[in-house]
Antibody, heavy 118, light 107 residues
């Protein structure tokens, strides 16, 4: 049984940075990638980017390039998302998504709220 | 980037109705398309991948079809627990984009 636990986030000031972590337990696949998705209040889903845990390759939405950093620690099956500098329109719930490269199955984190406010 | 457009943006339906949601890509995405269901306050649930393959545990009343640029999600007989927002997502491009969502409401 796969279980993802997210931590980090909270209230941040404009210009600050935020780091959200996503730890997977019970995850057996060695071929996986991690996507990050966010959802502003009352809005739809926005795909932010993804990272291959195997190769470390990443790609991200053009509007976030230069501000978004994604990493993984395969020894602890943990993924990290850094966003900096923050703007008010970065206020959203941030989700991590583990995607099994062999089966295509997905597991989502519970979501972490990041509020950017002065 | 590939743009995904869903229609309608919202619909009202009754329990037992057949419901169809459309997703159109700005360029061909082959069959690289996911569908998700999201209920208020919850993380999205992955329903379908590869345009038509149901994730394990997803009821068979859900089905997906299409390829290229035009896709549909069909709920054959709407159940009370199906009232939610549905999103499509293309996974053809390394930059993966979502549709804007379709809200399925109770008539």
């Amino acid at each position: 049984q796969v279980h993802l636990v997210q931590s980090g986030g909270g209230v941040k000031k404009p210009g600050a940075s935020v780091k959200v972590s996503c730890k997977a337990s019970g995850y057996t696949s060695t071929s996986y990638s991690v996507s990050w998705v966010r959802q502003a209040p009352g809005q739809g889903l926005e795909w932010m980017g993804w990272i291959s845990a195997y190769s470390g390759n990443t790609d991200s939405a053009q509007r976030l390039q230069g501000r978004l950093t994604m990493t993984t620690d395969t020894s602890t099956t943990t993924a990290y998302m850094d966003l900096s500098p923050l703007r008010s329109d970065d206020t959203a719930i941030y989700y991590c998504v583990f995607i099994d490269g062999n089966t295509g199955s997905e597991d989502w984190g519970q979501g972490t709220l990041v509020t950017v406010s002065s | 980037d590939i743009q995904m457009t869903q229609s309608p943006s919202s619909l009202s339906a009754s329990v037992g109705d057949r419901v169809t949601i459309t997703c159109r890509a700005s360029q061909s995405v082959s069959s690289s398309l996911n569908w998700y269901q999201q209920k208020p306050g919850k993380a999205p649930k992955h329903l379908i991948y590869g345009a038509s393959t149901l994730q394990r545990g997803v009821p068979s009343r859900f089905s997906g079809s299409g390829s290229g640029t035009d896709f549909t999600l069909t709920i054959s007989s709407l159940q009370p627990e199906d009232f939610a927002i549905y999103y499509c997502q293309q996974t053809y491009s390394s930059v993966r984009s979502f549709g804007q969502g379709t809200k399925v409401e109770i008539k």
